[in-house]
């Protein structure tokens, strides 16, 4: 590996270690919501959350550009604070959220579903309030649902690739991921660069999600 190597996969590291820190509260909180919801509107909100799952990932950062460029309103209010995201590293943080985001809200959703809602009731009728009877019954319970959403999300930050390209561009040294560096040395015919890039997406994603199973199993054992 070369320095621009390492550099490519700190980068890369750091992006999707912040995009799944930042999304960790929204996504469990959503997944709280969505499995306790149940009135009307439900479908439709998880329906719309779910959307970058099924949409291609350039699209999604489409929307992202219309929505954070320098002629959105909110692109304008952010540029006027100095808060630049297009085409710098926060442009790739917002990507990488925006795609790694609908994981995370679906594992917690499902893991909080698992739940027996009479634990929760129990608490609450033993003096818990609702945020107590949260942290201490419903969210330890569902902390392997959790973990595995969170490792999804880090797995998916790590790997993103259409939506960046768009918000972001493919700038070596200021945006440049992994991924984006893989199809860069494709394009420039170094397929050998290309392939050794990719194994090392491959192995980092392998030790991620290895790394998530060995901690499930060990939490498993450790219950009484």
Do not use: Y
């Not at 710098?88 to 027996?116: C, H, I, N, Q």
């Not at 569902?142 to 959403?149: Q, T």
């Amino acid at each position: 590996m070369t320095a621009e190597d390492f550099r490519l996969v700190a980068f890369t590291l750091r992006v999707a270690a912040l995009s799944t820190a930042l999304l960790l509260v929204p996504g469990i909180a959503c997944g709280w919501v969505l499995a306790r919801w149940r009135g009307p509107g439900r479908g439709f909100v998880e329906t719309l959350l779910s959307l970058p799952l099924v949409l291609p990932p350039t699209a999604v950062g489409l929307a992202l550009l219309w929505a954070l460029g320098a002629r959105s309103p909110l692109g304008r209010a952010l540029a006027a604070r100095g808060f630049e995201i297009v085409f710098t590293w926060k442009g790739v943080l917002a990507a990488t959220m925006a795609m790694s985001f609908p994981l995370m809200v679906r594992s917690a959703r499902t893991a909080f579903e698992e739940v027996d809602p009479r634990l929760v009731g129990i608490a609450r009728t033993l003096g818990c309030g609702p945020f107590a009877a949260f942290f201490r019954v419903a969210l330890p319970l569902a902390r392997r649902g959790i973990l595995s959403g969170t490792v999804l999300a880090f797995t998916r930050a790590l790997g993103e690739f259409g939506a960046t390209v768009m918000v972001a561009g493919n700038i070596p040294g200021r945006t440049q991921t992994l991924a984006l560096a893989i199809f860069a040395e494709n394009q420039a015919g170094r397929d050998g660069h290309a392939a050794a890039l990719a194994g090392l997406a491959a192995a980092l994603a392998f030790a991620a999600l290895l790394a998530a199973d060995v901690l499930a199993r060990r939490r498993g054992r450790d219950e009484p």
